[in-house]
């Protein structure tokens, strides 16, 4: 029988968060301004879907990459048998789309995406299985000065958001050629260490010795900071490249640290990389990182196209927005109704409906059951919604055809509640509401509509 057994409560998959109410303002807020911030430079949005060919992935990332060798969600279409990857990141489903639209063909095209992506690791602080990227992709550029713009964009975008304890880190990586003068010698400079590098690093010797430098085990550390650096291989072009986006950091006041060993763990970068890292997440400390890639285009079978872009881990920026303070939590709405009685809960309804019309947020109290609830309980709720003005029809207000309202934030709280004709209720709201803004505290919050008129 039924009630004798227990039931199994399904839970969602490791590593895989819920965003719960009590957060989506945190998000919001990072949302909004995240989207200004990118709209002032002219970034205009891209969205591409969650599930790509796996070998988008493979080419595209490089077979011996972290992700590819062992973090991505592939499975095979069992209606088809397609070979599907869960995107691990944005670069290359946004290169693809591009070639595939054409986007280019009439100039360089500055885009930005904000989306879920997959990769199985070891779940912990600032590691997910699923988890959220904002990226910038500027395609078809080739000068420094978009390499630069794509920095002062995100020093922006930390100060907008409050965040004090990001700082950069740049390199450059130069070219393909002089990768491979460096790689040369960087091979024969980590035989001569054999002893000293582990299991991962050995595997890595002859197929991306490059990604040793970028070794977190704290036994090699000394040896790979003497390692031959990549930056001193560097031809004429690359030189001056990097000269070029150092100069625009430096004439708007960015400041950053050139990090020799900083290397990314996709395959397709070239020349600038750069990663914006904070102390306070503790091993989870890259909040963003990007660099330039202008050999994905023709990797994927496109017309060869300059390209820069980053992508920001979403969950590690809004943890240090949490820290930072920055976090609050805006009222539900700007107006709860009350009400009690089958009238009053009609008209309840009705103005709920006028109040939305002149553009208030409103929350009608719904009843259960058993009712409404008391007035006592009802009001409890107002409080609670955070609301500015509880509008109450009682049975009395119900049949007078009258409304009281009470300032639920009012400094005078004896003289906090007037009543009102039904259909003046709205205006006198809306009057309110108005010349109340300047001392809402609601009125930091970006999401909040306005009701400036
Ligand atoms: P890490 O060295 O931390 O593994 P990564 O080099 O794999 O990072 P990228 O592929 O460059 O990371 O992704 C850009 C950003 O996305 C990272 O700097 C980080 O903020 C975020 N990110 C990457 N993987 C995860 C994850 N599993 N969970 C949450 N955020 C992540
Ligand atoms: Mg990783």
């Known amino acids: 029988m039924l009630e004798n057994k227990k039931i199994e409560k399904i839970v969602g998959v490791k590593g895989m968060n819920d965003i719960l109410p009590a957060d989506a303002p945190l998000w919001e807020l990072f949302e909004n301004t995240v989207q200004s911030v990118l709209k002032s430079y002219g970034f205009q949005q891209i969205r591409t879907p969650v599930v790509e060919p796996t070998n988008l992935f493979s080419r595209g990332l490089g077979e011996v990459t972290d992700i590819v060798e062992k973090e991505m969600y592939s499975f095979e279409d069992s209606m088809n048998g397609d070979k599907l990857t869960l995107r691990p990141e944005n670069t290359a489903g946004v290169v693809r789309a591009a070639i595939e639209h054409n986007l280019v063909y009439d100039g360089p095209k500055r885009l930005w995406y904000n989306g879920q992506m997959f990769r199985h690791e070891k779940p912990q602080r600032g590691r997910y299985r699923e988890f959220h990227q904002v990226g910038a992709e500027a395609l078809g550029f080739s000068g420094p000065d978009i390499d630069a713009e794509l920095i002062v ?128 997440l503790g091993a989870q400390g890259t909040v963003c990182a990007g660099g330039r890639y202008d050999s994905l285009f023709a990797i994927f079978g496109g017309k060869a196209t300059p390209a820069c872009g980053f992508a920001m881990g979403v969950e590690r920026i809004l943890e240090l927005m949490k820290s930072s303070g920055e976090a609050h939590s805006p009222s539900q709405c700007d107006v709860y109704l009350v009400h009690q009685g089958q009238d009053a809960q009609s008209q309840s309804f009705i103005l709920g409906e006028r109040l939305r019309d002149a553009g208030l947020d409103v929350v009608l109290h719904c009843a259960s059951a058993s009712g409404a609830g008391s007035f006592k309980s009802q009001m409890k709720k107002a409080d609670g919604s955070g609301a500015a003005y509880a509008v109450i029809i009682g049975e009395d207000e119900a049949a007078g055809n009258t409304v009281t309202i009470k300032a639920m934030r009012a400094d005078d709280m004896e003289n906090n509640q007037v009543n009102v004709p039904f259909e003046t209720a709205v205006n006198y709201l809306v009057d309110q509401m108005t010349g109340a803004t300047d001392s809402d505290d609601c009125c930091d919050d970006p999401n909040h509509i306005h009701i400036h008129h």
């Not at 490249?241 to 996709?266: A, C, W, Y």
């Open 153 to 280: 964009m995100c020093q922006r975008l930390w100060d907008d958001l409050g965040l004090q304890n990001v700082r950069l880190e740049l390199n450059s990586i130069g070219d393909a050629q002089e990768r491979n003068l460096h790689r040369a010698d960087l091979i024969a400079y980590f035989e001569q260490h054999m002893d000293l590098l582990d299991a991962e690093a050995q595997r890595r010797l002859h197929t991306n010795p490059l990604r040793i430098l970028d070794t977190k085990n704290p036994a090699m550390q000394a040896m790979v900071n003497n390692a031959p650096k990549l930056l001193d291989y560097l031809g004429t072009e690359s030189k001056s490249h990097f000269e070029g986006v150092q100069k625009i950091l430096r004439d708007n006041s960015i400041v950053f640290t050139i990090n020799p060993r900083l290397v990314r763990g996709m395959d397709y970068y070239n020349r600038t990389v750069f990663e914006w890292v904070t102390d306070e």
